[in-house]
Nanobody, 126 residues
Framework: QVQLVESGGGLVQAGDSLRLSCAAS????????MGWFRQAPGKEREFVAA????????YYADNAKGRFSMSRVVAKNTVNLQMGSLKPEDTAVYYC???????????????????WGQGTQVTVSS
């Protein structure tokens, strides 16, 4: 069983930066990738970014490219999401997710991920 705990959310102004962190604990049998998703009120959960654990390669949604950066600290089983140039439309609950298995083709799909954190609220005011 894997437990994921997110931290770092909050209220910021448009143009500000914010850093989210996710710490994983437990004994996963394997780890293919970690991802960040977000869900705004009345909208479906959407992919934000992911990182493959073996080589640290990152993948981003189009609306995150150039503004967000995901990284991992292997020794601490932690991933971070550095968000910059935040916009009001980035307001959402951000979820950390763990994929025991997966592929590059499915990394953006929520059903690839088998463990989820409780979410952390990010609110960007205009």
């Amino acid at each position: 069983q894997v437990q994921l705990v997110e931290s770092g959310g909050g209220l910021v102004q448009a143009g500000d930066s914010l850093r989210l962190s996710c710490a994983a604990s437990g004994r996963p049998s394997s780890l293919y990738a970690m991802g960040w998703f977000r869900q705004a009120p009345g909208k479906e959960r959407e992919f934000v970014a992911a990182i493959t654990w073996a080589n640290g390669r990152t993948y981003y949604a189009d609306n995150a490219k150039g503004r967000f950066s995901m990284s991992r600290v292997v020794a601490k089983n932690t991933v971070n999401l550095q968000m910059g140039s935040l916009k009001p439309e980035d307001t959402a609950v951000y979820y950390c997710a763990h994929a025991t298995y997966g592929s590059i083709a499915t990394m953006t799909e929520a059903n690839t991920y088998d463990y989820w954190g409780q979410g952390t609220q990010v609110t960007v005011s205009s």
